[in-house]
């Protein structure tokens, strides 16, 4: 079992910054992989970042690569979403999730046994 509890939303400024955390309880954190996904209002739930247990590898979404940056802290069992110049259209819920394994392989959601209960990001033009 893993507890995630996510922080850092609110609103923010197009072309500013926002960081958002999210830390872990549960299993060991280096065990397994984590990941960012949002939700828009009327909207499904879309991947936009992970990265392994290492902080080695990471994926992201195309339309965040440049301005969106994941990384991980094992020492502190957090995972970190530095959102750079981020656009209205990145207005969502925020929900970090832990992977079912130490790395991940692209499968999006599915990878994923365990969610926070999310953060809304409000991004102004």
């Known amino acids: 079992q893993v507890h995630l509890v996510e922080s850092g939303g609110g609103l923010v400024q197009a072309g500013g910054s926002l960081r958002l955390s999210c830390a872990a309880s549960?299993?060991?954190?280096?065990?397994?992989?984590m990941g960012w996904f949002r939700q828009a209002p009327g909207k499904g739930r879309d991947f936009v970042a992970a990265?392994?247990?290492?902080?080695?590898?990471?994926a992201y979404l195309d339309s965040v690569k440049g301005r969106f940056t994941i990384s991980r802290d094992n020492a502190k069992n957090t995972v970190y979403l530095q959102m750079n110049s981020p656009k209205p259209g990145d207005t969502a819920i925020y929900y970090c999730?832990?992977?079912?394994?130490?790395?991940?392989?692209?499968?999006?959601?599915?990878?994923?046994?365990?969610w926070g209960q999310g953060t809304q990001v409000t991004v102004s033009s």
């Open positions: 990265i392994n247990w290492s902080g080695s590898n990471t």
């Open positions: 549960g299993r060991t954190f280096r065990d397994y992989a």
């Open positions: 999730a832990a992977g079912r394994g130490p790395q991940y392989t692209g499968r999006g959601f599915r990878e994923f046994d365990y």
